[in-house]
Nanobody
Framework: QLQLVESGGGLVQPGGSLRLSCAAPGFPLDYFAIAWFRQAPGKEREGVSCISSSGGSTNYADSVKGRFTITRDNAKNTVYLQMNSLKPEDTAIYYC?????????????????WGQGTQVTVSS
């Protein structure tokens, strides 16, 4: 059973940076496309970024394009989300999810496995 574990969240000032990690201890992630979603209080969950199993294809929501970068290291079974120039509106719980096929539609039903989430708070 694939288990996803997010880490790297925290409190950061506006304009700051964080790097989130999505790890799958003991399970090869290279068969899966991975996406990052986020959910802010009182708002629906939204797709942030996704990456294909090989890392050759990536996609970003318009709200994070140019600020966030998704990468993966299949040798370490880990996917990263580098978040720069953070804004208060980026505050949310961030989840990673795994799907057997790459899709930039961010439909929740496409993703079979989900992590527990990591809190990101952007505030001065």
């Amino acid at each position: 059973q694939l288990q996803l574990v997010e880490s790297g969240g925290g409190l950061v000032q506006p304009g700051g940076s964080l790097r989130l990690s999505c790890a799958a201890p003991g399970f090869p992630l290279d068969y899966f496309a991975i996406a990052w979603f986020r959910q802010a209080p009182g708002k629906e969950r939204e797709g942030v970024s996704c990456i294909s199993s090989s890392g050759g294809s990536t996609n970003y929501a318009d709200s994070v394009k140019g600020r966030f970068t998704i990468t993966r290291d299949n040798a370490k079974n880990t996917v990263y989300l580098q978040m720069n120039s953070l804004k208060p509106e980026d505050t949310a719980i961030y989840y990673c999810a795994a799907a057997p096929h790459y899709s930039a539609n961010y439909y929740s039903w496409e993703y079979d496995y989900w992590g527990q989430g990591t809190q990101v708070t952007v505030s001065s």
